[in-house]
């Protein structure tokens, strides 16, 4: 499976018609929908299509043809996600009409070809699974810990600062936090 780590962009023209493709993350998604709404009031459609791991780690999937003809749009994008294996990510395209239609296949082609073009453009990386990890260090070891953390790249932490205490939350693939573990004498 791959995923991304930032969001790509991409223009294909279809027969006068424009799909701009938004590839993001899908921590990047929740609203997006309606920022391109606004940010492009004269587009006639922006579809969707997403796919994630839920805590189960089971893929999670959904499309939306927003006003196109039923399974012309949201699927198709959403089958390119599936052929690419993607997960924790959406496409979103817009489309702005070019005056000649496209039919139905010819629309599912090219959503299809929108996605297609934006993923051959973006940069994607191997999926691992990630976990959390919590644990508790003294003030004293707190500049030991940040080293290891920084050695191991993990960068995703929270700290909570106690009386005596500071506990931690790490999250970091599996392999990551069992080499974090035998380098700290926690």
Not at 120 to 143: N, R
Request: charged share 20%; net charge neutral; hydrophobic share 40%.
């Amino acid at each position: 499976m791959q995923t991304l780590l930032c969001s790509f962009t991409c223009t294909t023209e279809v027969n006068r018609s424009k799909f701009i493709a938004h590839l993001v993350p899908i921590d990047a998604y929740e609203g997006l929908q309606e920022v391109l709404k606004s940010k492009h009031p004269k587009a006639n459609h922006v579809v969707y299509a997403l796919r994630y791991m839920n805590a189960f780690e089971q893929v999670v999937e959904n499309s939306s043809d927003d006003g196109e003809p039923k399974g012309c749009a949201g699927v198709p994008a959403l089958n390119v996600l599936r052929g690419e294996n993607m997960v924790n990510c959406a496409v979103l395209i817009v489309r702005y009409f070019g005056g000649i239609k496209l039919g139905t296949g010819g629309m599912a082609r090219a959503y299809a070809l929108a996605v297609k073009e934006v993923l051959s453009v973006s940069t994607l990386h191997p999926y691992t699974k990630q976990i959390a990890y919590l644990f508790e260090t003294s003030y004293a070891q707190v500049d030991k810990t940040l080293y290891r953390l920084k050695q191991l790249e993990i960068s995703e932490y929270e700290r909570d600062f106690g009386i005596d205490k500071v506990a931690w939350k790490i999250i970091g693939s599996e392999e990551k936090i069992v080499q974090f573990q035998k380098n700290m004498s926690i």
